[in-house]
């Protein structure tokens, strides 16, 4: 399974990104697709995730403010990321995985490499 994520950048506390990631080769491996972040000095840590028949979990960090999507046509995973805080600066990494993980994934089967995401105060 290969992944390429895209989006990122730079953005003001409060202003909106959205990441994309697509998904190619065996199917079983995007079974449930998502994301993972990791700030300087960090772990990496869970972000959101959303399964083939989209049902989707969330870290309380972002509740309210993320929204993950997937569109399986296109084996693609969106993020949506509004109402953005400093504290989301972090390389945010698409990751995927089989049905064998269940619930919030604590880790993915394959990654893709990271985005940058930088929001400025």
């Known amino acids: 399974v290969q992944l390429q994520a895209s989006g990122g950048g730079l953005a003001q506390a409060g202003d909106s990104l959205r990441l994309s990631c697509v998904a190619s080769?065996?199917?079983?491996?995007?079974?449930?697709m998502g994301w993972f972040r990791q700030a300087p000095g960090k772990e990496r840590e869970f972000v959101a995730a959303?399964?083939?028949?989209?049902?989707?979990y969330y870290a309380e960090s972002v509740k309210g403010r993320f929204t993950i999507s997937r569109d399986n046509a296109k084996n693609t995973v969106y993020l949506q990321m509004n109402s953005l805080k400093p504290e989301d600066t972090a390389t945010y990494y698409c990751?995927?995985?089989?049905?064998?993980?269940?619930?919030?994934?604590?880790?993915?089967?394959?990654w893709g490499k990271g985005t940058q995401v930088t929001v400025s105060s």
């Open positions: 959303v399964t083939w028949s989209e049902s989707s």
């Open positions: 080769g065996r199917a079983s491996g995007y079974f449930i």
């Open positions: 990751g995927s995985g089989s049905p064998a993980l269940v619930g919030p994934p604590k880790d993915m089967n394959y």
